[in-house]
Nanobody
Framework: QVQLVESGGGLVQAGGSLRLSCAAS????????MGWFRQAPGKEREFVVA????????YYADSVKGRFTISRDNAKNTVYLQMNSLKPEDTAVYYC??????????????????WGQGTQVTVSS
């Protein structure tokens, strides 16, 4: 069994910053990729950003390019999401996800086998 645990969410004013963490534990393995998705009230879960474990290739949704940065610590099985210049529309529950295989498309929810419980990010205007 593998667990993904997110942390770092909270309430921040527009223009502020937050850093999310996602730690993998249990029967950990070398993930091929880890990603962040988010879901706002009344909306579908959407892709935010992903990173390949080998090579560190990154993939960003257009809505967060230039504001969000994903990074990883292979030794700690942890991925981070630095969020700057936050906007009210970034308000959502943020989920991390992991895939042990090469995904065809990092932005597809179906490519990920494991999910965290989510952490709330609220950006006030």
């Amino acid at each position: 069994q593998v667990q993904l645990v997110e942390s770092g969410g909270g309430l921040v004013q527009a223009g502020g910053s937050l850093r999310l963490s996602c730690a993998a534990s249990g029967r950990t393995r070398s993930w091929y990729g880890m990603g962040w998705f988010r879901q706002a009230p009344g909306k579908e879960r959407e892709f935010v950003v992903a990173i390949s474990w080998i090579g560190g290739y990154t993939y960003y949704a257009d809505s967060v390019k230039g504001r969000f940065t994903i990074s990883r610590d292979n030794a700690k099985n942890t991925v981070y999401l630095q969020m700057n210049s936050l906007k009210p529309e970034d308000t959502a529950v943020y989920y991390c996800a992991a895939t042990p295989i090469v995904p065809g498309d990092y932005a597809l929810i179906s490519e990920y086998d494991y999910w965290g419980q989510g952490t709330q990010v609220t950006v006030s205007s």
